[in-house]
Structure formats: structure tokens, C-alpha cells
Nanobody, 126 residues
Framework: QVQLVESGGGSVQAGGSLGVSCAASGDTYMLNCRGWFRQAPGREREAIAV????????YYADSVKGRFTLSQDNAKNTVALQMNSLKPEDTAMYYCAARSRQTAGPWYLYALYNYWGQGTQVTVSS
């Protein structure tokens, strides 16, 4: 089993910056891809940034490219998302997610992720 615990988030005005971090514990050796999804009220959960250790690639949604940066600290078993130039449309609940090495498929499909954090709110005011 794997546990994911998020921290960070909060409220900021448009144009500002926030960071969120996700600490993984448990059987983390099982994991391949891990990263961040978000869900705004009335909208589907969407992938925004994921890193997959098998390929070494970091994937970003078009909506956040150039503004958000995903990083991984292997020693601390964390993945962090630095969010700059935030917009009101970035307001959502942000979830850390991870999937096992046995799971294949597109990085952006939330149904393929086995493990989820509890979520942390990010609110951007105009």
C-alpha cells in the first residue's frame, strides 16, 4: 500500500504563486507515475502534471505549460508543484496521485491511478 499526503495550497490573487507538495510513504518502490490532478466544482478531474520514472518524462497539461513546474525529490519521496502566474481558472481542489509500475496507459487518465491524496484547495481571486 501507498499513502499520499499533500501540503501547501491556499489562496492568492491572480498573477501570484503557490506551491503544493506530496509526500509518499509505504510501498513506494511499486510506483511509476506520480503527479497532480485537479477538480473544480462541476468539472471533471483533470491531469495537470505527472512524472513517470520509467521514462524520466514530465508531462504537463497545455493549460499549465510554462506556468507550473513539477519536481521530484527522491530522497524525501516527494513531488512538488510550483504554480506561477496563477489565474482564477486554476481554482480547484488539487490532488496528488500515483500509479503502480504494472499500470500502463496515458499519463492523463485519472482512472489509471491507484493512489490518491486527500486533496488541497487552491483558490485564485481576480
Amino acid at each position: 500500500q501507498v499513502q499520499l499526503v499533500e501540503s501547501g495550497g491556499g489562496s492568492v490573487q491572480a498573477g501570484g504563486s503557490l506551491g503544493v507538495s506530496c509526500a509518499a510513504s509505504g510501498d513506494t518502490y511499486m510506483l511509476n507515475c506520480r503527479g497532480w490532478f485537479r477538480q473544480a466544482p462541476g468539472r471533471e478531474r483533470e491531469a495537470i502534471a505527472v512524472i513517470c520514472t520509467s521514462s524520466g518524462n514530465i508531462y504537463y497539461a497545455d493549460s499549465v505549460k510554462g506556468r507550473f513546474t513539477l519536481s521530484q525529490d527522491n530522497a524525501k519521496n516527494t513531488v512538488a508543484l510550483q504554480m506561477n502566474s496563477l489565474k482564477p481558472e486554476d481554482t480547484a481542489m488539487y490532488y496528488c496521485a500515483a500509479r503502480s509500475r504494472q499500470t500502463a496507459g496515458p499519463w492523463y487518465l485519472y482512472a489509471l491511478y491507484n493512489y490518491w491524496g486527500q486533496g488541497t484547495q487552491v483558490t485564485v481571486s481576480s
